[in-house]
């Protein structure tokens, strides 16, 4: 399908993953991502296309950020983690929501400024954190919690599941069955509404 049809340039509505045209005709703007020359829009939108200056891109239907962006800080969720990186699962801003659904990758290397030797010292599956997008290399939120305000906002007991509760610098404890774990803690843990 042509992109050069009236109705195709007045905004029609498109979601993730919707072919806009590819890059020998148009240069992917805002909203859009290439994958074997083929541009696609990223989010839920309105295409629109500048026949002019060949540019093609997708405007959001909600008036929130469209993406992550390299520097912004973002509030996760932890998935599984490996021995060294972990996938964070994005669902907002630090101080609004994001339109879509994003992952990201928080790498060993990519926590702290001290020698780190497992995931599982930082974080683990189903913690909240705050992170910082560095780099979105390949089409990946590429992650960082190295920095004083960045780390784990909530974490859950791995025995039974409670609510850890900060007990000094980088310990939580567990108040149902006193667990103690480590985490890579945020100065603020335990006070940033969700």
């Known amino acids: 399908m042509s992109l050069k049809s009236p109705e195709q ?47 093609v891109s997708v405007y959001p239907l909600v008036n929130s950020e469209l993406v992550p962006k390299v520097g912004t800080e973002i509030i996760g969720q932890i998935g599984n983690p490996q021995s060294d990186n972990v996938l964070v699962k994005i669902f907002k801003k630090t101080n609004s ?31 909240i954190i705050r992170a910082k997008v560095i ?18 906002l909530y974490a859950f007991c791995s025995r039974c599941g409670g609510s850890l509760e900060s007990l000094r610098y980088d310990e939580l404890r567990c108040p149902k069955c006193g667990n103690v774990e480590k985490r890579k803690v945020a100065p603020d843990y335990g006070q940033v509404q969700i």
């Open 97 to 127: 929501r994001i339109s879509g659904e994003f992952s990201g990758i928080l790498h060993i290397s990519d926590v702290s400024d001290r020698y780190i030797d497992s995931m599982n010292d930082v974080c683990k599956p189903g913690d």
């Open 135 to 152: 780099s979105t290399k390949n089409r990946i939120d590429h992650l960082s919690t190295n920095d004083k305000n960045l780390g784990v």
């Open 9 to 55: 340039k007045t905004g029609r509505l498109v979601v993730p993953g919707e072919r806009l045209g590819v890059i020998e005709e148009f240069i992917p703007d805002a909203g859009t991502f290439v994958k074997d020359c083929v541009i696609y829009s990223k989010i839920v939108g309105r295409a629109l296309v500048d026949l002019m200056n060949k540019r």
